[in-house]
């Protein structure tokens, strides 16, 4: 059930990603840090089995098909995410998923900038309320994102076009400035900011920027554990190339996932 708005001391940020602008550093970071930060910021990460992550999963399936059973699951999930901050001391929450605007560009035919970017903000201000949550969006130069963006939809939405394909298809998906207007219009432009990665000053410590907007000091970040070498494996141009040929296929995503971590594996395999 929605509750009504109200004033409340807690402060709730959500970090609703995008994809590939460094949430996994993050993430990771966040997590290493936890016992660090936990005076100054609650941070709920999408950890496996957790509330986030069913909450960011729900927001991408509604974003792919908005049908009333869909919607039905993303307030539960906002719920109890909400009822788990509500029970907490932490004067600032922060809540960070790459996928709480929706899918991203090659999932399921997704070709403009998050289509259902305003019915999911509605739906989280309603059921975080009485919590007014405030929005954070980390952006990244839009062709070198689109290019990022193309490997992953191979890698993980079973993407079977090429890159010249997926840019054309793309090629009116928008800009980071009208994601921003749109954000701006829904929550007010107080309630909403853009970050650009290209910003962020070291990459053993990403979401500095992010961390100084909850109230993080420029010492205590320095003070943090800093993370080591990338999240993610990257895929050379060979093994990218099979795994969109293996995506042709029609295969089951079990399957597919099976041989995207071969390729991971054994990308001596697939250089030129």
Same mark, same amino acid.
């Given at each position: 059930?929605?509750?009504?708005?109200?004033?409340?001391?807690?402060?709730?940020?959500?970090?609703?990603?995008?994809?590939?602008?460094?949430?996994?550093?993050?993430?990771?970071?966040? %997590? @290493?840090?936890?016992?660090?930060?936990?005076?100054?910021?609650l941070?709920?990460?999408?950890?496996?089995?957790?509330a986030?992550?069913?909450?960011? &999963?729900? $927001?991408? =399936?509604?974003?792919?098909?908005?049908?009333?059973?869909?919607?039905?699951?993303?307030?539960?999930?906002?719920?109890?995410?909400?009822? $788990?901050?509500?029970?907490?001391?932490?004067?600032? /929450?922060?809540?960070?998923?790459? &996928?709480?605007?929706?899918?991203?560009?090659? &999932?399921?035919?997704t070709?403009?900038? *998050?289509?259902?970017?305003?019915?999911?903000?509605?739906?989280?201000?309603?059921?975080?309320?009485?919590? /007014?949550p405030? *929005?954070v /969006?980390?952006? @990244?130069?839009?062709?070198?994102?689109?290019?990022?963006?193309?490997?992953?939809?191979?890698?993980?939405?079973? *993407?079977? %076009?090429?890159? /010249?394909?997926?840019?054309?298809?793309?090629?009116?998906?928008?800009?980071?400035?009208?994601?921003?207007?749109?954000?701006?219009?829904?929550? %007010?432009?107080?309630?909403?900011?853009?970050?650009?990665?290209?910003?962020?000053?070291?990459?053993?410590?990403?979401? #500095?920027?992010?961390? @100084? *907007?909850?109230?993080?000091?420029?010492?205590?970040?320095a003070?943090?554990?800093?993370?080591?070498? =990338?999240?993610?494996?990257?895929?050379?141009?060979?093994?990218?190339?099979?795994?969109?040929?293996? &995506? #042709?296929?029609?295969?089951?995503?079990?399957?597919?996932?099976?041989? %995207?971590?071969?390729?991971?594996?054994?990308?001596?395999?697939?250089?030129?």
């Amino acid at each position: 059930m929605d509750r009504e708005p109200d004033t409340t001391a807690k402060r709730l940020i959500i970090h609703c990603g995008v994809q590939k602008t460094g949430s996994t550093s993050l993430h990771h970071f966040l %997590g @290493r840090n936890r016992d660090a930060l936990a005076d100054r910021v609650l941070a709920l990460t999408p950890a496996k089995g957790s509330a986030t992550r069913d909450l960011g &999963n729900a $927001a991408m =399936r509604f974003s792919l098909r908005p049908t009333d059973e869909r919607l039905l699951r993303l307030r539960e999930c906002g719920g109890l995410v909400r009822d $788990a901050i509500l029970d907490q001391e932490a004067e600032t /929450v922060l809540i960070s998923h790459e &996928n709480l605007l929706g899918a991203m560009l090659g &999932n399921s035919g997704t070709v403009t900038l *998050y289509p259902r970017l305003e019915r999911i903000v509605e739906v989280l201000n309603r059921v975080f309320a009485p919590l /007014v949550p405030e *929005y954070v /969006v980390y952006t @990244r130069d839009l062709p070198q994102w689109k290019r990022s963006v193309h490997a992953q939809a191979i890698r993980s939405d079973g *993407y079977s %076009g090429t890159l /010249v394909d997926f840019l054309s298809k793309t090629e009116a998906c928008g800009s980071w400035a009208q994601t921003e207007r749109r954000l701006a219009k829904l929550v %007010g432009a107080a309630r909403s900011t853009l970050f650009r990665v290209e910003d962020e000053p070291d990459e053993a410590r990403p979401g #500095q920027q992010l961390l @100084r *907007y909850a109230g993080v000091s420029e010492a205590e970040i320095a003070a943090l554990h800093p993370v080591r070498g =990338r999240s993610k494996t990257r895929i050379n141009a060979g093994g990218l190339e099979f795994q969109r040929l293996v &995506n #042709q296929l029609g295969l089951e995503r079990p399957a597919r996932r099976a041989i %995207g971590e071969l390729i991971a594996g054994n990308q001596r395999l697939f250089v030129s």
